[in-house]
T-cell receptor, first 114, second 110 residues
């Protein structure tokens, strides 16, 4: 079955540590996205990439970094510079082109800072 | 004012009720309108999407878009306990990224 796999599902981090969240898709989608979800707020875009070796900042990129070395993979690193990293992180993918380009989401990764 | 507003709920209804979920928005340029369903601790899944104004029906679900009022709705007929989830509206302009509402939490009581 085609889909998006995020790992780990749960992650705990000590303050001052960097952590990397994995996102892999086998949908052959060109675009991939990282969103952050906090209670009572809509999904907020962190970074997105429409092609390998290229990515753009979203609305809340500070304290995060990404890479896109392969079409299938778009890992997100939450750095120690992110002031409030505890959240639910969602990876998504879509086709690129005209039209709705609906998002397909992974199951999410919950990061908790201790 | 937020670009997309949605009543967070929680909304509790008895099984079999008709549910109405709504979003309002401020950007008249939005063209594509989506509804996603998200179960607790899971990723959102696409329920329906519409382009521009009008209605779209899929089984027990009907999506309506009223661009003149900047208002979209999702109706669920014969609601089931399995419909208990958070419902997110999302919308976009061609060539731009999606903007999401905060979600409405729905509980359908048996």
């Amino acid at each position: 079955d085609g889909g998006i796999t995020q790992s780990p599902k749960y992650l705990f981090r000590k303050e001052g540590q960097n952590v990397t969240l994995s996102c892999e898709q086998n949908l052959n989608h060109d675009a991939m996205y990282w969103y952050r979800q906090d209670p009572g707020q809509g999904l907020r875009l962190i970074y997105y990439s429409q092609i390998v070796n290229d990515f753009q900042k979203g609305d809340i990129a500070e304290g995060y970094s990404v890479s896109r070395e392969k079409k299938e993979s778009f890992p997100l690193t939450v750095t120690s510079a992110q002031k409030n990293p505890t959240a639910f992180y969602l990876c998504a993918s879509s086709i690129v082109g005209s039209g709705a380009n609906v998002l397909t989401f992974g199951a999410g990764s919950r990061l908790t800072v201790l | 004012q937020k670009e997309v507003e949605q009543d967070p709920g929680p909304l509790s209804v008895p099984e079999g009720a008709i549910v109405s979920l709504n979003c309002t928005y401020s950007n008249s340029a939005f063209q594509y309108f989506m509804w996603y369903r998200q179960y607790s601790r899971k990723g959102p899944e696409l329920l329906m999407y519409t382009y521009s104004s009008g209605n779209k029906e899929d089984g027990r679900f009907t999506a309506q878009v009223d661009k003149s009022s900047k208002y979209i709705s999702l109706f669920i007929r014969d609601s089931q306990p399995s419909d208990s989830a958070t419902y997110l509206c999302a919308m976009k302009v061609e060539g731009q990224n999606f903007v999401f509402g905060p979600g409405t939490r729905l509980s359908v009581l048996p």
